[in-house]
């Protein structure tokens, strides 16, 4: 039976800090909008990150947990996007092969930014990239595997984030994170409880596909149907098991806003502070600017900037309808 998740230990995000020294970025805190809006929006740009994603930390912590022994028939995960390139960018660092299992579906976009990074990408069936999720292995690929988001040290690694933000932002009452497999929240909720219990920490998610939402209208997770949008770093069918006493302990509830209100998000960071967001890390935005927080200061991740070009430019003309602010 796998081994239960539980919050990451402040020693271990520290101890994390320490590793990835000189390999991710301190990424810094902007404000967005005016000087006078209330309540006050700060972003933490994890899209300056070298692959344009928080994920660069958590692959880089677990490789370097797992140590060169662990390493040396190489490394692979289940990803469609933002984690592929984070472990094969750490896998090229240090010289180990990296594989990445990938729906069949994935845009050739995406396959062609893991394969940049010296990725080896190997397509399958949906529910085949599902299950090895599920199972943490892929039958037939040597290596170590590398979950996504239900790892402890992938979540210490998130967690320095929350390190990041408490230290930079010192009056934050509330801080918003997408909500994808629960990794980013969850590591980033223990370090703030562990040093700021009073700060609340929120998932961020889209209308098309809220799976921890149904799980805490429900008190478990349940299936949910998705629908496809240009959001499509968050979401899922359901709430990882694993995942869920986790989640349900260290985070203050969910924020859902809708396609229409992430593509005005992606739109205003461009606008405002000349921020290029994918829709997963807009969506903490929209949810601030879009529901009720009680909180003057608020902190919203901005998770990756890996947006499709032509998606980018057809929410600046209008053509993907957003919600006017």
């Not at 995960?77 to 092969?97: D, E, H, K, P, Y």
């Not at 969910?254 to 502070?273: C, D, I, K, T, Y």
Request: hydrophobic share 50%.
């Amino acid at each position: 039976m796998r081994e239960t998740l539980t919050p990451i230990p402040l020693a271990d995000i520290e101890a994390a800090r320490a590793r990835l020294q000189g390999i991710a970025l301190r990424t810094p805190l902007v404000r967005f909008g005016l000087p006078d809006d209330s309540p006050q929006i700060l972003l933490k740009l994890e899209n300056l990150q070298p692959i344009g994603s928080f994920k660069l930390r958590g692959a880089a912590n677990a490789m370097a947990v797992a140590g060169a022994a662990a390493l040396s028939n190489g490394v692979y995960t289940a990803s469609a996007g933002n984690m592929a390139q984070g472990l094969a960018w750490g896998a090229r660092q240090i010289g180990v092969r990296c594989r990445v299992i990938v729906p069949e579906t994935v845009p050739q976009t995406k396959v062609a930014a893991i394969e940049r990074l010296s990725g080896e990408v190997i397509r399958v069936p949906f529910e085949a990239w599902w299950q090895t999720m599920l199972d943490h292995h892929y039958p037939g690929i040597e290596g170590l595997f590398i979950h996504p988001f239900a790892d402890a040290a992938v979540m210490a690694g998130n967690g320095t984030i929350g390190l990041e933000i408490l230290e930079d932002a010192p009056d934050v009452e509330a801080i918003l994170v997408p909500y994808g497999g629960g990794g980013l929240s969850c590591g980033i909720a223990s370090a703030v409880r562990a040093s700021r219990p009073d700060v609340r920490v929120y998932a961020a998610e889209v209308e098309t596909s809220a799976p921890f939402t149904a799980a805490l209208a429900h008190g478990t997770p349940v299936n949910i149907s998705s629908t496809p949008s240009f959001v499509d770093g968050i979401g899922g069918k359901t709430v990882f098991a694993e995942i869920w006493p986790l989640a349900k302990e260290l985070l203050a509830g969910s924020l859902v806003a809708s396609v229409a209100e992430v593509a005005a998000a992606v739109r205003l960071l461009v606008e405002r502070n000349r921020v290029v967001a994918e829709g997963a890390g807009a969506a903490p935005v929209a949810a601030a600017l879009n529901r009720t927080i009680d909180a003057k200061t608020i902190v919203c991740v901005i998770s990756g900037g890996n947006i499709d070009s032509d998606t980018l430019a057809a929410i600046l003309h209008g053509e993907i309808p957003f919600k006017e602010h």
